[in-house]
Nanobody, 126 residues
Framework: QVQLVESGGGLVQAGGSLRLSCAASGRAFSLYGMGWFRQAPGKEREFIATLDRSGGNIFYADSVKGRFTVSRDNAESTMYLQMNSLKPEDTAVYFC???????????????????WGQGTQVTVSS
């Protein structure tokens, strides 16, 4: 059974930075594409960033391009999201997700993921 655990969220002022982590267990992490999504109150869960099993083929949502950086450490079974120049509109619960077997490629499509973490809250104050 796959378990994904996010950490690193918190309260930060606009312009600040946070680094989220997603620790995976229960499935061979290095074989699967991974993604970050977020959900603000009253809104749909939206795609943020994705990378393939090797850490390549990276894609970002336009809203975070140039500010966020996704990466992974397959030896540690962990994915990261470095978030810089944070804005109040970045406030949301952030989720990491693992693609369905046996897809090692990246994907922006929410339905392509079958395992999700519990989420970590990010709040950006103005």
């Amino acid at each position: 059974q796959v378990q994904l655990v996010e950490s690193g969220g918190g309260l930060v002022q606009a312009g600040g930075s946070l680094r989220l982590s997603c620790a995976a267990s229960g499935r061979a992490f290095s074989l699967y594409g991974m993604g970050w999504f977020r959900q603000a109150p009253g809104k749909e869960r939206e795609f943020i960033a994705t990378l393939d099993r090797s850490g390549g083929n990276i894609f970002y949502a336009d809203s975070v391009k140039g500010r966020f950086t996704v990466s992974r450490d397959n030896a540690e079974s962990t994915m990261y999201l470095q978030m810089n120049s944070l804005k109040p509109e970045d406030t949301a619960v952030y989720f990491c997700a693992m693609r369905r077997p046996v897809f090692g490629s990246s994907s922006r499509i929410r339905g392509d993921y079958d395992s999700w973490g519990q989420g970590t809250q990010v709040t950006v104050s103005s």
